[in-house]
């Protein structure tokens, strides 16, 4: 697999329902499947204790070894992108074949400690972008698309704002996103899947780097409640049918799980500083994230904490995640 074609795969999210794909991103690369509950997490209940805004924590330890690993692809003009995490999704850019060597190992450590499996249910590989006219690599050499290379998790990201670019660049990239994106007749819950994957992903991403401003984050939002109530025929906002409260309820909870995004970014901020600088011990990181969530996720969050280790033996020689 070579970085001059980079190949993406469709998701398939973890709650079974389709999600449509994004049309213009420029590049990506990632393996995709589906992650069912484990048997420990079954004991727990129906609930899927990997809902949406909690898979990335669940995930993260392992990302820490593929971004240790994983060479990525320079882009010019862009800074060299390894590996994304949003919501339930992640995105491994491979740059050549000892790339996949070192993803597989972090799938089958990943599987190991979560007690689950990855499937790899209607995944397939395709070019994005300006690769689109370019046909799919016809030798991966032995590796093929039922490996579990291809199996991971993931989603398109489009990286089509300069690395130079501000945060108005990016809020005006993104609500532009958001307003053309047809959903108008679609429920309420697959909107928000929409905002969630394609729209606040984006958001995620950038305040990794520079975080992004109180009013920056309000006008988004507001775009994005705009998305999923709709206008009347008149041209004015039509009135909410279901509070923002419910709209930003997991689904298990009878809301439509849509994130929390000022919530959220400070999440992730967290998170990222715990995992870039390891505390001490797992519990530490685990305690502190618990604080920071709403009360409604902290029962999914302890009962993946309970059946999860992100130090497996083989990663005993490295640092301590």
């Not at 370019?134 to 089509?160: H, K, M, N």
């Not at 905002?195 to 520079?210: A, D, E, P, V």
């Not at 618990?290 to 302890?302: G, N």
Request: charged share 20%; net charge positive; with cysteine.
């Amino acid at each position: 697999m070579q970085s001059s074609a980079p190949l993406a795969s469709a998701p398939k999210p973890a709650n079974g329902t389709e999600r449509p794909t994004p049309t213009n991103p420029l590049w990506s690369s990632s393996t995709v499947g589906s992650l069912p509950l484990s048997t420990s997490c079954r004991a727990f209940g129906k609930r899927d204790p990997l809902a949406p805004s909690l898979f990335v924590l669940a995930i993260e330890g392992f990302a820490c070894q593929i971004r240790l690993r994983v060479k990525g692809i320079n882009i010019a003009g862009l800074q060299n992108i390894r590996e994304l995490l949003f919501a339930d999704d992640a995105c491994c850019a491979l740059h050549n074949l000892s790339d996949l060597d070192h993803l597989n190992r972090a799938i089958e450590l990943y599987e190991r400690a979560s007690a689950s499996k990855l499937r790899n249910n209607k995944s397939f590989l395709y070019p994005l972008g300006a690769f689109r006219d370019r046909p799919i690599a016809p030798d991966l050499g032995t590796w093929r698309l039922s490996d579990s290379q291809f199996r991971y998790l993931g989603i398109q990201v489009g990286v089509e704002i300069a690395e130079d670019a501000g945060w108005e660049d990016v809020k005006a990239s993104t609500i532009a996103r958001i307003r053309s994106i047809p959903m108008y007749d679609l429920p309420y819950a697959a909107k928000c899947s929409i905002i969630n994957i394609y729209c606040y992903t984006k958001i995620l991403y950038y305040s990794r780097f520079l975080p992004a401003p109180k009013s920056v984050v309000k006008e988004i939002e507001e775009a994005a409640m705009l998305a999923i109530h709709g206008r009347a025929s008149d041209g004015t906002q039509r009135r909410p049918k279901v509070s923002r409260s419910r709209l930003c309820t997991p689904l298990d909870h009878g809301g439509f799980g849509l994130i929390d995004l000022p919530r959220r970014l400070a999440i992730d901020h967290a998170k990222w500083a715990y995992f870039c600088h390891p505390p001490p011990k797992w519990d530490h990181a685990v305690r502190k994230t618990t604080k920071l969530l709403p009360a409604r996720w902290v029962q999914y969050f302890e009962a993946w904490a309970l059946v999860t280790t992100l130090n497996p033996p083989e990663l005993s020689k490295s640092q301590n995640y």
